[in-house]
T-cell receptor, first 114, second 109 residues
């Protein structure tokens, strides 16, 4: 079982360029999440989706956008990357949003913006 | 504001016992999670506590005191593979997960 996959594994991006990080889950989970993880800080929620067709802003949404056209996919787009967006990005999913369901994480994408 | 505090780093000896503490101040409480994260990998679920008391799962146990805003993760019979970061996270009143920065556990032979 694949669980959650993310692509690419890592990327170096020039500042000002756009990029989409891909996330796909095969667990038929309703809720999906995007986090960034920076050294010395806890995981910070960027955007989330409690069900297909809906999205919401997390703690640090500026500079990022998401869409949730179907249950399985939840891409994260950086419209114009800046160096402060250098981070490790994790996608996660859970059975239900707005609940205490356990979140399961993808392997992460390491992004460097120069 | 919302805050989760954990020690930054701890060191323990193979075969020993270690306790990793977590204190929290959040807007509401709907449960506390512990995750394990090996270097360069994704966090993986370890335990969930919503009621006061101890939850035991093999070599790992997790304790919660809601009145004190406190939890700990207890790891027994430490193995080298337990070297990892341990993340404490609290579900707040909006059912958002608030994460601590994690405790890096170093196991020495």
């Amino acid at each position: 079982t694949a669980g959650i996959t993310q692509a690419p594994t890592s990327q170096i991006l020039a500042a000002g360029r756009s990029m989409t990080l891909r996330c796909t889950q095969d667990m038929r989970h309703n809720a999906m999440y995007w986090y960034r993880q920076d050294l010395g800080l806890g995981l910070r929620l960027i955007h989330y989706s409690n069900t297909a067709g809906t999205t919401g802003k997390g703690e640090v949404p500026d500079g990022y956008s998401v869409s949730r056209a179907n249950t399985d996919d939840f891409p994260l787009t950086l419209a114009s990357a800046v160096p402060s967006q250098t981070s490790v990005y994790f996608c996660a999913s859970s059975g239900e949003g707005g609940s205490t369901d356990t979140q399961y994480f993808g392997p992460g994408t390491r992004l460097t913006v120069l | 504001g919302q805050n989760i505090d954990q020690p930054t780093e701890m060191t323990a000896t193979e075969g020993a016992i270690v306790q990793i503490n977590c204190t929290y101040q959040t807007s509401g409480f709907n449960g506390l999670f512990w995750y394990q994260q090996h270097a360069g990998e994704a966090p993986t679920f370890l335990s969930y506590n919503v009621l006061d008391g101890l939850e035991e799962k093999g070599r790992f146990s997790s304790f919660l005191s809601r009145s004190k805003g406190y939890s700990y993760l207890l790891l027994k019979e430490l193995q080298m593979k337990d070297s990892a970061s341990y993340l404490c996270a609290v579900t707040d009143s909006n059912y958002q997960l608030i994460w601590g920065a994690g405790t890096k556990l170093i196991i020495k032979p």
